[in-house]
Nanobody, 124 residues
Protein backbone atom coordinates (compact mmCIF):
# COMPACT_ATOMS: atom_id res chain seq x y z
CA UNK A 1 0.00 0.00 0.00
CA UNK A 2 0.91 3.65 -0.29
CA UNK A 3 -0.27 6.81 1.39
CA UNK A 4 -0.03 10.24 -0.19
CA UNK A 5 -0.21 13.64 1.47
CA UNK A 6 -0.35 16.87 -0.53
CA UNK A 7 0.77 20.20 0.83
CA UNK A 8 1.67 23.67 -0.38
CA UNK A 9 -1.69 24.96 -1.50
CA UNK A 10 -2.91 28.40 -0.64
CA UNK A 11 -4.00 31.76 -1.93
CA UNK A 12 -1.99 33.47 -4.63
CA UNK A 13 -2.60 36.38 -6.96
CA UNK A 14 -2.85 35.82 -10.68
CA UNK A 15 0.62 35.65 -12.15
CA UNK A 16 2.10 34.27 -8.96
CA UNK A 17 3.64 30.91 -8.17
CA UNK A 18 3.16 28.00 -5.81
CA UNK A 19 4.95 24.73 -5.23
CA UNK A 20 2.87 21.73 -4.30
CA UNK A 21 4.39 18.70 -2.62
CA UNK A 22 3.21 15.12 -2.55
CA UNK A 23 4.81 12.98 0.13
CA UNK A 24 4.44 9.29 -0.58
CA UNK A 25 4.86 6.62 2.06
CA UNK A 26 5.84 3.20 0.87
CA UNK A 27 8.87 1.05 0.40
CA UNK A 28 8.93 1.24 -3.39
CA UNK A 29 8.51 4.92 -4.14
CA UNK A 30 10.89 4.89 -7.09
CA UNK A 31 8.68 2.30 -8.80
CA UNK A 32 5.57 4.49 -8.64
CA UNK A 33 4.27 6.73 -11.33
CA UNK A 34 2.75 9.87 -9.82
CA UNK A 35 0.20 12.18 -11.35
CA UNK A 36 -1.32 15.50 -10.41
CA UNK A 37 -5.00 16.09 -11.02
CA UNK A 38 -7.28 18.97 -10.12
CA UNK A 39 -10.96 19.38 -9.56
CA UNK A 40 -13.29 22.35 -9.29
CA UNK A 41 -16.57 22.00 -7.45
CA UNK A 42 -19.20 20.75 -9.85
CA UNK A 43 -16.72 19.83 -12.56
CA UNK A 44 -14.91 16.70 -13.63
CA UNK A 45 -11.48 15.93 -12.30
CA UNK A 46 -8.87 16.78 -14.89
CA UNK A 47 -5.32 15.75 -15.55
CA UNK A 48 -2.54 18.24 -14.84
CA UNK A 49 0.82 16.48 -14.97
CA UNK A 50 2.38 13.08 -14.43
CA UNK A 51 5.83 11.66 -13.94
CA UNK A 52 6.93 8.06 -14.16
CA UNK A 53 9.99 6.08 -13.33
CA UNK A 54 13.43 7.24 -14.30
CA UNK A 55 13.71 7.46 -18.06
CA UNK A 56 10.02 8.16 -18.63
CA UNK A 57 9.26 11.67 -19.83
CA UNK A 58 6.68 13.59 -17.83
CA UNK A 59 3.39 14.58 -19.40
CA UNK A 60 1.44 17.81 -19.08
CA UNK A 61 -2.01 19.00 -19.88
CA UNK A 62 -2.04 21.54 -22.69
CA UNK A 63 -3.53 24.11 -20.34
CA UNK A 64 -0.48 24.07 -18.06
CA UNK A 65 2.33 23.19 -20.43
CA UNK A 66 5.12 25.72 -20.20
CA UNK A 67 3.85 27.03 -16.86
CA UNK A 68 3.92 23.98 -14.59
CA UNK A 69 6.74 21.54 -13.96
CA UNK A 70 6.58 18.18 -12.23
CA UNK A 71 9.60 16.64 -10.58
CA UNK A 72 10.44 13.93 -8.09
CA UNK A 73 13.01 13.44 -5.38
CA UNK A 74 13.30 9.72 -4.75
CA UNK A 75 15.55 10.27 -1.75
CA UNK A 76 12.72 12.18 -0.06
CA UNK A 77 9.84 10.11 -1.45
CA UNK A 78 8.31 13.33 -2.70
CA UNK A 79 6.89 14.62 -5.97
CA UNK A 80 6.59 18.34 -6.61
CA UNK A 81 4.47 20.49 -8.85
CA UNK A 82 5.96 23.89 -9.56
CA UNK A 83 3.20 26.20 -10.72
CA UNK A 84 4.11 29.50 -12.34
CA UNK A 85 2.11 32.26 -13.99
CA UNK A 86 -1.01 31.10 -12.23
CA UNK A 87 -4.36 32.01 -13.70
CA UNK A 88 -7.79 32.17 -12.07
CA UNK A 89 -8.73 29.09 -14.10
CA UNK A 90 -6.01 27.16 -12.24
CA UNK A 91 -7.91 27.46 -8.97
CA UNK A 92 -8.95 24.00 -7.82
CA UNK A 93 -8.29 21.27 -5.33
CA UNK A 94 -5.11 19.55 -6.45
CA UNK A 95 -4.64 15.86 -5.86
CA UNK A 96 -1.64 13.64 -6.31
CA UNK A 97 -2.08 10.02 -7.23
CA UNK A 98 0.25 7.06 -7.57
CA UNK A 99 0.43 3.56 -8.89
CA UNK A 100 3.13 1.05 -9.65
CA UNK A 101 3.07 1.47 -13.40
CA UNK A 102 5.93 2.05 -15.77
CA UNK A 103 4.52 5.04 -17.60
CA UNK A 104 3.27 8.54 -16.80
CA UNK A 105 -0.44 8.06 -17.28
CA UNK A 106 -2.82 10.92 -17.98
CA UNK A 107 -5.83 8.86 -16.87
CA UNK A 108 -7.04 9.05 -13.30
CA UNK A 109 -8.40 5.51 -13.56
CA UNK A 110 -4.84 4.22 -13.86
CA UNK A 111 -3.94 5.35 -10.36
CA UNK A 112 -4.80 3.37 -7.25
CA UNK A 113 -3.60 5.64 -4.46
CA UNK A 114 -4.76 9.19 -3.87
CA UNK A 115 -3.99 11.99 -1.48
CA UNK A 116 -6.51 14.14 0.35
CA UNK A 117 -6.02 17.18 -1.87
CA UNK A 118 -4.76 20.69 -1.31
CA UNK A 119 -6.65 23.85 -2.22
CA UNK A 120 -5.18 26.34 -4.64
CA UNK A 121 -6.97 29.68 -4.90
CA UNK A 122 -6.00 32.30 -7.46
CA UNK A 123 -7.32 35.81 -6.92
CA UNK A 124 -8.09 38.65 -9.36
Amino acid sequence: QAQLVESGGGLVQAGGSLILSCAVSGRAFSAFAVGWFRQVLGKEREFVAAIGRSGVKPRYADSVKGRFAISRDNAKNTVYLQMNSLKPEDAAVYYCAANMIDYASVYDSHYNYWGQGTQVTVSS
